[in-house]
Each structure stands twice: as structure tokens, then as C-alpha cells.
T-cell receptor
Framework: GQNIDQPTEMTATEGAIVQINCTYQTSGFNGLFWYQQHAGEAPTFLSYNVLDGLEEKGRFSSFLSRSKGYSYLLLKELQMKDSASYLCAVNNQGGKLIFGQGTELSVKP | ETGVTQTPRHLVMGMTNKKSLKCEQHLGHNAMYWYKQSAKKPLELMFVYNFKEQTENNSVPSRFSPECPNSSHLFLHLHTLQPEDSALYLC????????????????FGPGTRLLVL
């Protein structure tokens, strides 16, 4: 079956670093996406990994290990506006984008 | 601004009503998608259209009827819905159909918050 697991909730402090993990078991793999979704708004694209390793984009980085079925999103220098839901999604070889339930991140002062 | 717009943003309807959700993308993409997002659940893919042709129906009940008149517009026609259909309905578009395995990034609209009474 298809399964994407990520923590339901996380809390972190402004200025700190937080790592949101995602593990997956899918019928195939053709890349992993991270999206950010603020309450009541559209999910917005953050990153895409298809090869093993770390992709860095400003304060946000995403890591992928295909052999372990594992990814994480790293957020540095947290800001209050980073409070949002973070969605992990896998593009399986069947072509569907399979989403995890999302991790609700709360950034505290 | 993601270039994908949806109307209405909020909709309340009775179980006997008929309504339509509209999505428009201004990105020149060829593929469009409908997703359902319920509280505390992952986004669920409902329908996929590529070059106006439906390429995926993810076992969606017939009370949801999609229409794609061109690559820029996508509709979701609703009739005789149930209260459990209350959710956020998201439209997305991508340059091409992810079924080709290119891993194309999908861009989402803000969604329509639907409440069925």
C-alpha cells in the first residue's frame, strides 16, 4: 500500500532550527515534494528532491534518502510567519501525488 | 499569488442543491487537478485532466462531476451531496501530467471551503 508518515504537530521557538521528518512507503518513487500551507490558504511549493542528498534554498533545506524511504525539511532562523502546516508528498511511479497528513508547526516567541 | 484562482471561496449548500466550483489557471499549464482536503486527513486526489482529457478518476462518487472545457478552466459540478462531503476543495495545475513521471510541480489555488447541511 501507499503510506506517508509525518508528525502531526511540532512546536519550536523563534530564531531556532526545526526538522520535520517524513517517511514513505509507496509502490514507486519519482520524487518527493514539500509544500507549506497557511490556514485558509493554498499549499505553496517549497522543494522537490528526486536524488539523494540535501537541497538548500535560503532558510529552508530538504534532504532525501531513497534507500531509507526518508526525507526531512529543515527550517533555520525560524520566524513567526513560518507557523503553518508542512505537507510531504511523493510522486509514485503510477504518477499520483500521494500526500501525508501534514505537520502543523507552531513557532513561539 | 500562485496564478491559480478558485471561486467561490466559501459555499454553503443543502443536500438537494446543485452548485459548481470554478478553477482558472493563468500559468499556461496543460494539466489540472481537483483535490479534497478534509480536517486532519491528507489531501486526496479526485480528478486529473491533461490537455482537457480526463486521465484519472480516483474512485470519486458520481455526485461529483468534473468538466474541463479548455486547459485553463476546470469545473467541479456538485449535486445531492452529503454532509461528509464538507471539506476544502483545492484545484491545482502543472505544466504536464505527473503521470508521465516528470515530477512536475503542482501549483494550488486557495480552495473553496464547502459546507453541506
Amino acid at each position: 500500500g501507499q503510506n506517508i508518515d509525518q508528525p502531526t504537530e511540532m512546536t519550536a521557538t523563534e530564531g531556532a532550527i526545526v526538522q520535520i521528518n517524513c517517511t514513505y512507503q509507496t509502490s514507486g518513487f519519482n520524487g518527493l515534494f514539500w509544500y507549506q500551507q497557511h490556514a485558509g490558504e493554498a499549499p505553496t511549493f517549497l522543494s522537490y528532491n528526486v536524488l539523494d542528498g540535501l537541497e538548500e534554498k535560503g532558510r529552508f533545506s530538504s534532504f532525501l534518502s531513497r534507500s531509507k524511504g526518508y526525507s526531512y525539511l529543515l527550517l533555520k532562523e525560524l520566524q513567526m510567519k513560518d507557523s503553518a502546516s508542512y505537507l510531504c508528498a511523493v510522486n509514485n511511479q503510477g504518477g499520483k501525488l500521494i500526500f501525508g497528513q501534514g505537520t502543523e508547526l507552531s513557532v513561539k516567541p | 499569488e500562485t496564478g491559480v484562482t478558485q471561486t467561490p471561496r466559501h459555499l454553503v449548500m443543502g443536500m438537494t442543491n446543485k452548485k459548481s466550483l470554478k478553477c482558472e489557471q493563468h500559468l499556461g499549464h496543460n494539466a489540472m487537478y481537483w483535490y479534497k482536503q478534509s480536517a486532519k486527513k491528507p489531501l486526496e486526489l479526485m480528478f486529473v485532466y491533461n490537455f482537457k482529457e480526463q486521465t484519472e478518476n480516483n474512485s470519486v462518487p458520481s455526485r461529483f462531476s468534473p468538466e474541463c472545457p479548455n486547459s485553463s478552466h476546470l469545473f467541479l459540478h456538485l449535486h445531492t451531496l452529503q454532509p461528509e462531503d464538507s471539506a476544502l476543495y483545492l484545484c491545482a495545475s502543472s505544466q504536464d501530467d505527473v503521470f508521465r513521471g516528470n515530477g512536475e510541480t503542482q501549483y494550488f489555488g486557495p480552495g473553496t471551503r464547502l459546507l453541506v447541511l
